[in-house]
C-alpha cells in the first residue's frame, strides 16, 4: 500500500489535480511510510524539511492516507494547518478513514497533529513528491522546523534554538553529520 502512491498512474492523476509537473515520487520514503498515533501522541506545529535525503529534489507534496476505521474529529489526531501562522487559528482537517490528504509543503506549511484523546491507536500511511524546482520562487532550504503550541512559550524558544542549532550543523555538513536512519531501503530492488 505504501508504495501504491508511486505508482506512475497515482503520481500521473496527483500531477493533474494539483497542476504540478514533474513530481518525483519518494521510493527511499524520507521521513515518509506507515505512522501510528496513540493516546497523549500529538506533533508540534512544524515544517517539513525542504529536500530529499540526498538534497537534490525540492519536497513539494504530502501526501497522508488515514487508514483507521470510524476515526471521528472528537478523537484528535487530525491534521491542523496553520495558514496565517500561530497568529491564526488552525483548520482542522479530520483523520477521517479512507482519507487522503495532500498537502503542499513549502516554506509557509506550517501544520501539526492535534493530541489524540482516544484509548486506540491513528494510523497513516504517507508519501513525499518532490520537484526539480520548489513550489515557491522564495522558497528556502531548512530542516525540520518545530514550533509550540500558542501559549507554550518556554516550548517554542527551545524549538527554535533547537532548528537554529540543526540550520547551522546542516550547513557545515550537506547531508548531516550521519546517514539518516529514516529511509527505507526496498528489497526488490
Known sequence: MVYAFQAPEVVRIVSEICQIEHLIPDENLYA????????????????????????????????????????????GGNLELWPDGLEGKPITITSKFNRLAVMATHNNSLHSVSPIDFEGERCCVSNYYFSETPLLEDDSFHVTSFR???????????????????????KLFKKGIKENPHVYKRKDK
Not at 34 to 61: A, C, E, Q
Not at 156 to 166: E, G
Open 32 to 75: 515518509g511510510g506507515i505512522s501510528m498515533m496513540g493516546n497523549g501522541h500529538y506533533l508540534h506545529p512544524h515544517l517539513d524539511n525542504s529536500h530529499d535525503k540526498d538534497r537534490n529534489f525540492w519536497r513539494v507534496l504530502n501526501l497522508l492516507f488515514y487508514v483507521t476505521p470510524d476515526w471521528k474529529l472528537e478523537n
Open 148 to 170: 509550540a503550541r500558542p501559549g507554550n512559550t518556554m516550548t517554542d524558544a527551545l524549538l527554535q534554538v533547537d532548528t537554529a542549532l540543526r540550520m547551522n550543523l546542516r
